[in-house]
Nanobody, 126 residues
């Protein structure tokens, strides 16, 4: 089992920045990709980006590319989502998720991830 705990959400004005953290515990060695997703009211959960524990390669959704940065601290088993130039449309509950290495699921879709955090609210005011 892997436990994920997000933190760092809050209220920020448009153009501002926030950094979310996702602390992983348990059998973290069994995961290889950490993803960030978000879900706005009345909408489906959508992919934000992911990072690989090994090598640190990242991939982002077009909607956040150039504004959001995902990083990780392997020693602390923590993944970060730095969000800059925030827009009101970024308002959502943000979730981190862990993908198992031999999972055939997509790294860009929620169904590809086995473990999820509880989510943290990000609200961007205009």
């Amino acid at each position: 089992q892997v436990q994920l705990v997000e933190s760092g959400g809050g209220l920020v004005q448009a153009g501002g920045s926030l950094r979310l953290s996702c602390a992983a515990s348990g059998r973290t060695f069994s995961t290889n990709v950490m993803g960030w997703f978000r879900q706005a009211p009345g909408k489906e959960r959508e992919f934000v980006g992911y990072i690989r524990w090994s090598g640190g390669s990242t991939y982002y959704a077009d909607s956040v590319k150039g504004r959001f940065i995902i990083s990780r601290d392997n020693a602390e088993n923590t993944v970060y989502l730095q969000m800059n130039s925030l827009k009101p449309e970024d308002t959502a509950v943000y979730y981190c998720a862990a993908k198992l290495p031999f999972s055939s699921g997509s790294s860009y879709h929620p169904s590809g991830y086995a473990y999820w955090g509880q989510g943290t609210q990000v609200t961007v005011s205009s």
